[in-house]
């Protein structure tokens, strides 16, 4: 009895320890803040930056369309 009994300490310690260890490094299933993915990835500042470029590739064609459509009103004309 006692060796089951040492044999299911050691394990419940070495699950202990094995948490511990993931909980204290941010590794494994424990400690993933909600703005971070399992790779380390930022959501929340990927989303702004994914938004600031979009926004600024708008604006880039809106500027390109405004020149296409002016150069075409002077090939009309002549």
């Known amino acids: ?17 094995v948490l511990a260890y993931n909980y204290w490094t941010g590794n494994g299933w424990t400690l993933t803040p909600p703005s971070r993915s399992a790779t380390g990835i930022d959501a929340e500042k990927a989303r702004e930056q994914g938004t600031a470029i979009t926004r600024k ?5 809106k500027v390109a369309a405004e020149r296409a459509g002016e150069a075409m009103s002077e090939a009309v004309k002549q």
């Not at 590739?57 to 064609?61: K, L, Q, R, S």
């Open 1 to 17: 009895m006692r060796a089951i009994r040492r044999l299911f300490v050691l394990i419940v310690l070495a699950v202990a320890a």
């Open 57 to 61: 590739a708008a604006e880039t064609t």
